[in-house]
């Protein structure tokens, strides 16, 4: 459904500092999740992805942390960089809907 | 990469107009694309899913004879925002997959997105 009233929480960090975006899903059967980053203006650009079956996947300088028991799901960016300054969104599927549905995000500002 | 474009990137119109986006994929064949909107500093919402050749599957809550999708190719969809009002004014979002099966990200692709405002 519909983020109604919510303002997007802000997380700021220091350039070089890790960062940890976290987001909460709902749906025990979803299966499959996705990180995007959105700039201003723009549509989402994938980041990464990770399976229900993994519990940790890694990409250049991202990693995804997934914990189904308590419906968790991680971004943690290292060495972060004014370029990673965005607004971040987990996103989630199931095998029984084949569409992804969006939680609702984290603006990350990046302080040089 | 695969790439969706969406059109126009912005629109302002009248209360109570028509208003229609397009969104085409360019260099590959969509099998199916999904709507979005997204209000200020607020998530992605999904609106409906389309399939080529086929009536668009709409979220609950979201009205069809207010917001119609028509994809009549595999390369493009539109979205058709009817008797538009204030409220309606919003970011709409596109994506398109390549995909057969079950989604996978790597087989999806969003637009850039088009604004649109009413007066």
């Known amino acids: 459904g519909e983020s109604v009233g919510l303002h997007l929480p802000t997380l700021s960090v220091q350039e070089g500092d890790n960062s940890i975006i976290n987001c909460a899903y709902s749906?025990?059967?979803?299966?499959?999740f996705i990180w995007y980053k959105q700039e201003s203006g723009k549509g989402p650009q994938f980041i990464i992805d990770?399976?229900?079956?993994?519990d940790k996947r890694q990409g250049q300088r991202v990693t995804v942390l997934l914990n189904k028991t308590v419906k968790h799901l991680s971004l943690q960016i290292a060495a972060t960089q004014p370029g990673d300054s965005a607004v971040y969104f987990c996103?989630?599927?199931?095998?029984?809907?084949?569409?992804?549905?969006f939680g609702s995000g984290t603006k990350l500002n990046v302080k040089p | 990469g695969a790439v969706v474009s969406q059109h126009p990137s912005w629109v302002i119109c009248k209360s109570g107009t028509s208003v229609k986006i397009e969104c085409r994929s360019l260099d590959f064949q969509a099998t199916t694309m999904f709507w979005y909107r997204q209000f200020p500093k607020q998530s992605l919402m999904l609106m409906a899913t389309s399939n080529e050749g086929s009536k668009a599957t709409y979220e609950q809550g979201v009205e069809k004879d207010k917001f119609l999708i028509n994809h009549a190719s595999l390369t493009l969809s539109t979205l058709t925002v009817t008797s538009a009002h204030p409220e309606d004014s919003s970011f709409y979002i596109c994506?398109?997959?390549?995909?057969?099966?079950?989604?996978?990200?790597?087989?999806?692709?969003f637009g850039e997105g088009s604004r649109l405002t009413v007066l």
């Open positions: 749906n025990s059967a979803s299966d499959y």
């Open positions: 996103a989630e599927k199931g095998y029984n809907f084949n569409k992804f549905y």
């Open positions: 990770i399976r229900s079956n993994m």
């Open positions: 994506s398109a997959s390549t995909g057969t099966g079950s989604l996978l990200a790597g087989e999806l692709f």
